[in-house]
């Protein structure tokens, strides 16, 4: 109806010719221009129109053709492509503009060399502002996009499900908030790994839509898991141009059990990256040719002799001990943020400043004028790697310079970035000392900031840091190097930086891989086996102690995910499933009634029940999902069938009749027909049940109000009374058939292994097919700490510390004797 029609007509309008309540010759004139538009607009679009038609027809068999060849080639092949360049062009882009943040940064920092409080200001500022953007971005734009991603990757590959953690919004979030924290260098310490491999997994998962689409197939938890494989691949070799080394560690740091299928996948996604990357390196003139990341000229016939493997060795016992150090203390900071109450509603309410405050002091602490002086603060995270990977002995180079002690330090454009490490007061032991120290606490410190960031990086630098330590003071005790066969073999510092960066980083993470990670890194293969022999040593200790860095925070946010299993013990092979399964059940049987589904639903929380054929035998037959038993029992006792029976009864009332029927009494004692199936359970249920109601008997001709209310109840507990002891109707009802069973005898290996590869989150144990107990995450949980722990008692074990005595038949005996009395055990 047009607007002309709309207006509330006046006595103006009124029209001598054509009377009140026609239509006006000038709304006629109105709306007939605007017909007329419309109709020339039409007109001239079905040209346009037709045009598009056809060209749309024209192409549509070529595109058939194409999609038929690319499904004929394998769609995978082409989604695991884009994959691979779609993420090295993002890390090669965000290095770019990284680098190009530091250095405006540093010539705004050496422009203000005139004073020395504006400096400090540009110092500070430029840092807390980073860090203020990043933890606004993963507060406003995705939460999901805090921390690295690493830990809830590893929860969401073992099937749960959490919101908005692959979405477009957690994509963007987690770049800004990268990008800003890598803008900050050194100072905040942090780095890309884990956000990478998020990033990674998210564009997965949306070019697998979009691949799912295409291809005309449907969505499946087997493809989506192998497509977030591959982006674990990507993430780790777009950030170190590694392709072997990145999908093993995607395979360490993400899974429990990784199939061999998924390999060729990860393998062709991470080469894909990689060699994207060091081509847009190329073009950009960032490189003059393809070559390894970190360029290294040690000697390479004879790197190392036989008893340097024990001083390799040694070094990996000492990151080991210093990894569960740091350990220890980053879980139990985030558990007094967590669950202290006052800290965690601050830690909610002011993420902001309090990034803020952090990067305030961090950017104090190395302000290049202070004791930043001392840290090589204006070193980048990549510069801090080529200087300790530097060929040269720091302690034999350090003795021309000692003529120049009276000057500064070097400027960060110096042609030897080496000689940072220098100092008119310090030695550059003693400055590497004082590195290792300070950047103990301070990634302590930055790990509590809510921002997207990665923790790989820094453990990795750090840990090279402490290998070029010690492979330094390697150098001063043995000066002329290591005798063998009466040949000098000089110490390498460099070759034990290379070693405790795989140790160190290996053991915090609890993976194998970096090795591999510093070899690609660096090109040096002939360190293999004094590197390998550190990066074991580091990792026995390290899994012998403590959780590892992922699932410390994983344990910490109660995320659900079954802790590891101890390495390197047997006690899990006599623990078995009847030791540790729950034996109170709650199950509905084929002749359990709507009242036991009542008190069922009531007393337990459980999102689903066993389905056993009766309470003597009680062989299981499936599950069934709260949902839909919930749904059964309103069916049955909800208002709609209520209101039919109170019409019903309505219609079939004797007028004569001078008293409602009392409730009866059924075979099973009488009904409690005062309570309603909607209220809470109430203690003395029980005795309620045994009083019978009482009707008043009174007349129909006379009733008030009050008593008309009264008899129609009465009338709807006489009716739910025997809704509640009719028996189940169980026909409509989806039911699992093959719930996921256990044996008594299963080990604890076993359970582990099967919830682990197929997911699981409850498990019945059956007995030659009769349900005897339940096994969930939670006590499947509890098993592996106490295993690990060494403090698991089993419960066979308690039942005959009890009454060791009680033969299990008298046992069988009592639980079958009460189960007669309740459908619900």
Known sequence: MGLWNCRKRGPKDKDPEFGPRRQTPTGEAEKE???????????????????????????????????????KFGEDWLFLFLLGIC???????????????????????????????LQFFSWTSYHVVLMMVSAAAAKYISPQAAGSGIPELKVALRGVVLREFFTFRTLVAKLVGVLCTLAAGSTIFLGKVGPFVHMASILASMLGKVMVRFAGSAENPGRKYELLVAGTAVGVACCFVAPVGGVLFGVEATGTHFAVRDYWRGFFAATCAALTFRLLAVLNNTRETVAILFQTSWRVEFPYDLPELLSYAILGI????????????HRN??????????????????????????????????????????????????????????????????????????????????????LQWT???????????????????????????????????????????????????????????????????????????????????????????????????????????????????????????????????????????????AVGKTGGHDIYAEDFMVTDLKYLSQESKYKDLRRLLRISTLKQFPLVDS?????????????????????????????????SRSDQADPNQDEPDSPKETENGPCDAQESWTEEIVEGEEEEEK????????????????????????MVEEWECRQLQETLHLADVPIDPAPYRLLEKETLYQCYDLFNLLGLRTAYVTNMGRLVGVVSLKELKAAVEGCV??????QATLRQRRDPRRPDDQEQKTSGEEEPNSPVA
Request: contains cysteine; charged residues 15%; glycine residues 8%.
């Open 318 to 329: 000492l990151c080991g001990c210093i990894s569960c150090l740091f350990l220890f203390c």
């Open 789 to 794: 722990k060494g403090t698991f008692v089993g």
């Open 333 to 418: 900071i985030l558990d007094l943020l967590q669950n202290r109450l006052r800290i965690k509603r601050f830690m909610a309410n002011n993420k902001i400043l309090y990034a803020g405050f952090v990067a305030l002091l961090l950017s104090s602490i190395t302000f290049p004028h202070g004791s930043g002086q001392y840290i090589g603060s204006k070193l980048s995270m990549k510069q801090l790697l080529e200087t300790f990977f530097n060929n040269q002995t720091w302690g034999l180079e350090e003795a021309p310079l000692d003529s120049n002690r009276t000057h500064p330090p070097p400027n960060q454009t110096h042609d030897f970035s080496w």
């Open 615 to 647: 309470q003597e035998s009680r062989v299981l037959l499936g599950s069934i999902r709260r949902k839909h038993l919930s749904r059964l029992l309103s069916a049955h006792l909800g208002p709609e069938k209520r209101f039919q029976y109170i019409l």
């Open 691 to 714: 009083k019978p109601s009482k009707a008043v008997p009174m007349s129909t001709d006379s009733l008030t109000p009050q008593e008309e209310h009264g008899q129609h109840r009465h």
């Open 423 to 565: 100092h008119p007061a310090l030695s550059s032991l003693e400055m590497v000392s004082f590195f290792l120290i300070a950047k103990f606490f301070m990634v302590l410190l930055a790990t509590t900031m809510v921002i997207p960031a990665g923790f790989f990086l820094p453990v990795f630098v750090y840990g090279a840091a402490l290998g070029r330590l010690y492979g330094e003071v390697m150098a001063k005790i043995f000066p002329d190097g290591i005798i063998s066969e009466g040949i000098h073999m000089r110490i390498v510092p460099a070759g034990y930086a290379l070693a405790g960066a795989a140790a160190y980083s290996g053991a915090v993470t609890q993976t194998l891989s970096t090795a591999l990670l510093t070899f690609e890194l660096t090109g040096q293969m002939s360190h293999i086996l004094p590197v390998l022999v550190a990066v074991l040593s580091a990792n026995a200790i390290s899994q012998r102690s403590q959780p590892s860095f992922f699932d410390g925070i994983i344990s910490v946010k109660k995320l659900p995910f079954l802790p590891k299993l």
């Open 33 to 71: 221009p605007l017909e007329e538009s419309f109709e020339k607009v039409w007109k001239e679009r079905e040209p346009a129109k037709r045009c598009s038609q056809r060209i749309q027809g024209a192409l549509k068999p070529l595109g058939l053709c194409i999609r038929s060849q690319i499904l």
């Open 87 to 117: 993420m090295a062009m993002v890390s090669f882009g965000l290095d770019v503009t990284v680098s190009k943040f530091q250095q405006a940064h540093l010539w705004v920092y050496e422009g203000l060399a005139d004073s020395g409080y």
